[in-house]
C-alpha cells in the first residue's frame, strides 16, 4: 500500500513568484499533476525569510525527493521566473523538514 505525503512550498519573496502562477505553470505539465496537486496557501511560514504560497498534496512515499525537486523546477522555468530574475542561474530548490512537515524552499540563485 502506497502512503501519501503532502509538502509545503515555500518561495522567497524576493524571487515574485505569484503561487497562482506557479499553480498555473505547474498544471500544464502532465508528469507534475500525477505527481502532486497544488493547493495555494498564503500563510506566513517563516517571517522575514519566505511565505508559504502552496502546498503539494498526494505525494507518493515512493518519490525520490530528487524528481521533486526536478519537477519544481520545470515549473518554475514554465512560469518564465528565470527571465523575470533577468538571470542564466536557475533558483535554488532544496527540501528540508522542520516539526516533521517536509518543506521545498525556493530561493533565488546563489552568487557564487
Known amino acids: 500500500m502506497t502512503t501519501h505525503a503532502s509538502y509545503k512550498l515555500v518561495i522567497d519573496p524576493e524571487l515574485e513568484l505569484?503561487?497562482?502562477d506557479f499553480a498555473k505553470s505547474w498544471n500544464s505539465i502532465s508528469e507534475c499533476t500525477s505527481t502532486a496537486e497544488v493547493k495555494i496557501d498564503s500563510q506566513r511560514f517563516d517571517p522575514g525569510l519566505c511565505v508559504t504560497q502552496a502546498a503539494l498534496i498526494g505525494i507518493a512515499s515512493s518519490?525520490?525527493?530528487g524528481l521533486i525537486i526536478e519537477l519544481v523546477k520545470r515549473a518554475l522555468d514554465r512560469a518564465d521566473l528565470r527571465q523575470k530574475l533577468k538571470k542564466s542561474k536557475e533558483p535554488q530548490v532544496v527540501?528540508?523538514?522542520e516539526n516533521g512537515i517536509p518543506i521545498i524552499l525556493v530561493k533565488p540563485p546563489s552568487d557564487e
Request: hydrophobic share 45%.
Open 18 to 20: 505569484d503561487a497562482n
Open 63 to 65: 518519490v525520490a525527493s
Open 95 to 97: 527540501i528540508r523538514e
